[in-house]
T-cell receptor, first 113, second 113 residues
Framework: GESVGLHLPTLSVQEGDNSIINCAYSNSASDYFIWYKQESGKGPQFIIDIRSNMDKRQGQRVTVLLNKTVKHLSLQIAATQPGDSAVYFCAENFSGGYQKVTFGTGTKLQVIP | DSGVTQTPKHLITATGQRVTLRCSPRSGDLSVYWYQQSLDQGLQFLIQYYNGEERAKGNILERFSAQQFPDLHSELNLSSLELGDSALYFC????????????FGSGTQLSVL
């Protein structure tokens, strides 16, 4: 069935460097993708989203890239800060039906001061 | 603060027991979703309700059930609890059924002893 997976379970980054978190998805019908951040003891928090008619979308210090050809999604965090330390989940959805949002297993980002 | 309220925050119970988790969605949101998150695991979709009706079902056990009330709050009932049911249970809400931009509560930590 459909699945969303992440390449790296843990990523350690020096403070101030850029972080790149990758995600692969398998459902070619998915047309909406979301990145969530989950800090310890909290629920996932929406970061940024992108629709399948776009390749790139930028937010504040974050950029999401979508490559539909290889079904790959990435989240780039510029100038990583200690407050960025969290688990990041990508999620996919097909907005044309009642399909549930499918989450990947998550990548833990550790920012080294 | 996401605007989604979950109670209780922590729940400790014994095997074989039954518990009820409660969720109040964001004001104006008609859809409620329940997710289970075990240690070091991703978010597993359980069930979705929209305006009082079940809309999508994930890998929810028969021992688990949920409902959404006319005031749109939702309850997740877990019965005949087993040790393996220990997990974080998240509720999320969204405006409609397109599953876009889920807003998560802080979760209920269930410990079955």
């Amino acid at each position: 069935g459909e699945s969303v997976g992440l390449h790296l379970p843990t990523l350690s980054v020096q403070e101030g460097d850029n972080s790149i978190i990758n995600c692969a998805y398998s459902n070619s019908a998915s047309d909406y993708f979301i990145w969530y951040k989950q800090e310890s003891g909290k629920g996932p928090q929406f970061i940024i989203d992108i629709r399948s008619n776009m390749d790139k979308r930028q937010g504040q210090r974050v950029t999401v890239l979508l490559n539909k050809t290889v079904k790959h999604l990435s989240l780039q965090i510029a100038a990583t800060q200690p407050g960025d330390s969290a688990v990041y989940f990508c999620a996919e959805n097909f907005s044309g039906g009642y399909q549930k949002v499918t989450f990947g297993t998550g990548t833990k980002l550790q920012v080294i001061p | 603060d996401s605007g989604v309220t979950q109670t209780p925050k922590h729940l400790i119970t014994a095997t074989g027991q039954r518990v009820t988790l409660r969720c109040s969605p964001r004001s104006g949101d008609l859809s409620v979703y329940w997710y289970q998150q075990s240690l070091d695991q991703g978010l597993q979709f359980l069930i979705q309700y929209y305006n009082g009706e079940e809309r999508a079902k994930g890998n929810i056990l028969e021992r688990f059930s949920a409902q959404q009330f006319p005031d749109l709050h939702s309850e997740l009932n877990l019965s005949s609890l087993e040790l393996g049911d220990s997990a974080l249970y998240f509720c999320a809400s969204s405006v409609d059924t397109t599953n876009e931009k889920l807003f998560f509560g802080s979760g209920t930590q269930l410990s079955v002893l």
